[in-house]
């Protein structure tokens, strides 16, 4: 691997950022993002980021099913509901907001339970397309278009 290829590949390691990594290995400003984009389809910068992140994986202790487990409470804890509560002037203090029937309400963290969930669904493969829908066989559909008649003068 080229000495440049190395520096590039060390800094995107280190930043995720391929413009700025394609810069601080030399590549001009002008040409930094189109560079990277080449660079990042390389195979033996691909193979040389896989050992790094491979690397710093055993030296961290952060695996695949750390990030996984992760993502795993962050969805449980998102979905679990909470009282909605508010701030009570008189008593200082926050108190459970009520309906208009009495009953305490609850929210939720939708938003932060689905991302957690897409990523674990990122990870494990959920969202590749399957052999089954490979070999889907695509519908057509025969159209037969008639001219429209002249209309008589």
Not at 57 to 79: N, P, Q, Y
Request: glycine share 6%.
């Amino acid at each position: 691997m080229q000495e440049n290829h190395k520096r590039f590949a060390d800094k995107y390691f280190e930043t995720l950022n391929g413009a700025e990594s394609a810069r601080y290995a030399g590549y001009s400003e002008s040409s930094a993002r189109q560079e990277a984009v080449r660079l990042l389809d390389r195979e033996d910068i691909q193979e040389y980021l896989q050992g790094l992140r491979k690397e710093y994986s055993e030296k961290s202790g952060l695996t695949k099913e750390w990030v996984m487990k992760r993502f795993e409470h962050i969805s449980d804890a998102c979905v679990k509901a909470k009282p909605v509560m508010q701030w009570d002037k008189g008593l200082k203090e926050f108190i459970p907001v009520e309906d208009e029937h009495g009953n305490p309400v609850y929210e939720f963290d939708s938003s932060g339970a689905n991302k957690a969930t897409e990523m674990i669904g990122k990870i494990i493969g959920a969202f590749e397309i399957d052999n089954e829908q490979l070999n889907k066989v695509p519908t057509t559909f025969n159209v037969n278009i008639v001219p429209p008649i002249p209309e008589a003068e």
